[in-house]
């Protein structure tokens, strides 16, 4: 195994060992713990994980249909490898969605929430001046799920960050292109004006230019634009 072993599940959280095991290995493939295309085997993923293969087989199961596993005939479970027309698919559909979600968070927001919103984007702006990439993921990974609350639309919250787990793996490379992180903020700070002006038909436009914006530095990488740490063809 040329790789760290995973950590450990602990027994003493509230949440069902099924649902534990299933969001350890989640992490594990966005994170790049588990590679595309590693085989993922039950009995050896279960005796790293200290549980049985039950709530592994589940968690595959699961992850598959989040498309973050691909089941291959008479040869086993693998994690997937999401191809340049998978990308642009989900792409696609995240603009659109996360578009709406703008437009109904300019509508429905709360002072609170956008107060929240705004801190997020300091602590971007000192990810940024840190040139800590991986705090830069995190904060940023924040600041939409926030955005989604925002919204006060709870399937549509779901169904985009269903969408996002499918290419979360990429989000770092994404943000690594020279002057992405800066172009990021600046796009986010334009989001937020919008919806503090109540603008919904703005922040709609900008929060769709800023998926493609995002999808843009991605194919950049992945085609050969950039020579990107971590970058996963």
Do not use: W
């Amino acid at each position: 195994m040329n790789r760290p072993p995973l950590v450990q599940i602990k027994l003493d959280n509230y949440k069902p060992l099924r649902e534990l095991v299933f969001e350890a290995l989640r992490e594990a493939i966005i994170k790049g713990v588990l590679k595309p295309g590693e085989r993922m085997m039950e009995i050896q993923l279960a005796e790293e994980m200290g549980v049985s293969r039950t709530p592994v087989r589940e968690a595959i199961r699961k992850l598959e249909l989040e498309c973050l596993v691909a089941m291959v005939p008479r040869k086993g479970a693998y994690v997937a490898d999401l191809s340049m027309k998978d990308i642009v698919e989900v792409f696609e559909i995240r603009g659109a969605l996360e578009g709406l979600a703008a437009e109904l968070a300019a509508e429905r927001i709360t002072e609170e929430e956008l107060e929240e919103l705004e801190r997020y984007l300091v602590r971007i702006m000192e990810s940024i001046g840190a040139d800590d990439l991986s705090l830069m993921v995190e904060v940023d990974t924040d600041f939409h799920t926030q955005l989604y609350k925002a919204s006060r639309n709870e399937r549509l919250s779901q169904i985009i960050s269903n969408l996002r787990e499918q290419i979360q793996r990429f989000r770092k490379t994404s943000l690594a292109v020279p002057g992405r992180m800066k172009a990021a903020l600046e796009e986010h700070k334009k989001i937020v004006e919008a919806i503090s002006a109540r603008d919904g038909v703005l922040a709609r436009r900008l929060a769709e230019e800023h998926i493609e914006s995002a999808e843009n530095s991605l194919m950049d990488v992945i085609s050969g634009g950039n020579d990107t740490e971590g970058h996963q063809p």
